[in-house]
């Protein structure tokens, strides 16, 4: 090493290296500026282009953040069309089950018919359960409008103005959003 290089300007030469020769400033300062203004404004120049990589590394989280949540709302969501058509078959099989007359219930050759069919019903319950749907409680309980479509008013002096009396259709929840609201009628106070 000569006694005249400076072992800094040796490690600058080695990071230059590489860069086109186009690209190197010579270091000569412009005319009418000195040398500190030059390093000052190279100085400037580098702390724009480490805030600029700071900047570009946070919106690279972000975006990594985003698509992360968008993976996971699609695994836990994905579901949710298929989970609203089948809604109307468990609609159809409560109903089925709801109007057979007492007195078939009894009858020898029908039991073991309709317990086949409340076993079917258990199961679709439990499959529900294991994909994350439940029902949403609705009875008794005043009207939410996140949850709960009021279908009519009933006029009543047995309950609260605006509490449900009524469940036309059971509404159902998929994990924390909603799959259908449950279509009730609300309490009013009688004329």
């Known amino acids: 090493m000569n006694q005249n290089e400076n072992p800094r300007d040796e490690a600058v030469e080695k990071e230059l290296a590489g860069v086109p020769e186009e690209l190197l400033d010579k270091g000569e300062p412009e005319a009418g500026q000195s040398v ?3 390093l000052s404004a190279l ?3 580098l702390e ?3 805030q600029d990589v700071l900047y570009a590394r946070a919106e690279v989280q972000n975006v990594r953040r985003r698509m ?3 993976i996971q709302d699609a695994r836990t969501y994905a579901a949710t069309g298929f989970a609203r058509d089948i809604l109307s078959v468990a609609d159809n099989l409560a109903r089925a089950l709801d109007h057979v007359p007492a007195e078939l219930r009894e009858d020898d050759k029908l039991k073991s018919f309709l317990a086949g069919i409340e076993a079917t019903q ?9 994909h994350g749907i439940t029902r949403i409680a609705a009875m008794g309980l005043p009207l939410d409008p996140n949850q709960h479509q009021a279908m009519l008013e009933i006029p009543t002096n047995d309950a ?3 509490t449900i009396v009524q469940e036309m259709q059971a509404g159902y929840m998929i994990k924390d959003r909603l799959l259908r609201p449950a279509m009730v009628g609300v309490a009013k106070k009688p004329d």
Do not use: H, M, N
Not at 122 to 130: H, I, S, Y
């Open 160 to 162: 609260e103005p605006g």
């Open 36 to 38: 500190e203004d030059a």
């Open 48 to 50: 724009a282009a480490q």
């Open 122 to 130: 258990r199961e679709l319950e439990k499959v529900f359960g294991l």
């Open 68 to 70: 992360e949540k968008d």
């Open 43 to 45: 100085r400037s120049d």
